[in-house]
């Protein structure tokens, strides 16, 4: 998952006056509500396209949406597996109608959203996303000193592995995910290497692996993730982040960014007058609520469908709210 590279906030709804409008409540000067942009005529749902980036929480949110989709709004969904810059490109290219979790990417919101006017912000999943450096709960209790980044150094023998030769291993997930890790280890000073473990579920087990037998480990980590629920890893404190210290990925030296993540829709799709645009709009749940569905998926081997469909008929009260009212 992809940190952004600057860090220029913007409303979960900048577009709002592409796909939709803020009407006022009646009591005026209240919280705006959404409404549909004037001329947009409901239609069938037909194929929905959705964006599924490589890690279990987006698509937790994938299987639920979807499944909603297909049995409420009577969509044929297809999910587009793929990278997150790749999921941009086409969703401006009209391939892909919605990406479910966005992490930041004001660089691209720049280039989609506000100059080529294709892509529009679909509002909050409702999940809090954190990024950063961790250990195993076990290691921070043995050398409490090791949860600064400043002490890293001096523990660098216990995290060498044969891929990183000489240097401790800093240990990465996907080479897909966007982060700022290399230029961090070189700018902070640090004798690491950054080495991939391949994908999130490598990225896992070794987490795992790691507190079970007591080995020494430092890997780039993220929440929302399901993990955390059963093995609580401390977060190394990086130099604090604060607006702007990432706008330069070569001389950063912060930590990473919080992020309100977000959801993101085609021009057109948005237009289109599809049920599912007004799904995706209103789908918002929480961290909790994404870790049971992926943890469903990955660790107990649910399918996508079936994690989904335990949540649902566990939440009625939660999803009810997300359909559009003339369905609903």
Known sequence: MGPVRRSRRRSPLAAAGVAVVLALTACGGGAPELAPAPGVQRTECGTLTLAVNPWVGYEANAAVVSYLARTKLGCEVVLRREAEVDSWKHLAGGQVDAILENWGH??????????????????????????????????????????????????????????????????????????????????????????????????????????????????????????????????????????????????????????????????????????AFDLIKNFQWTNDDQNQVARNIADRKLSPDAAAKKWLDDNPEKWAKWLPTDVA
């Open 106 to 275: 004001d660089d691209l919101k720049k280039k989609y959203i506000d100059e080529e006017k294709m892509v529009v912000e679909a509002g909050l999943t409702g999940n809090k996303g954190v990024i950063g450096w961790y250990v195993p709960p076990w290691l921070a209790e043995e050398h409490p000193d090791i949860r600064d980044w400043k002490n890293l150094n001096t523990y660098k023998a216990l995290f060498k592995t044969p891929e990183s030769g000489s240097k401790g291993q800093l240990l990465d997930g996907d080479p897909s995910y966007v982060t700022n890790d290399a230029a961090l280890v070189e700018n902070l000073g640090l004798d690491f290497s950054v080495v991939y473990a391949g994908s999130e579920d490598a990225l896992i087990k070794a987490f795992r692996d790691a507190q079970r037998n007591r080995k020494a480990l430092l890997g780039y980590f993220y929440a929302p993730q399901w993990l955390l629920s059963e093995v609580d890893l401390v977060h190394i404190a990086l130099p604090q982040y604060t607006p702007g210290c990432d706008a330069d990925p070569k001389t950063v030296k912060c930590d990473y960014q919080p992020y309100d993540l977000d959801k993101l829709a085609n021009m057109k799709f948005a237009y289109s007058g599809s049920p």
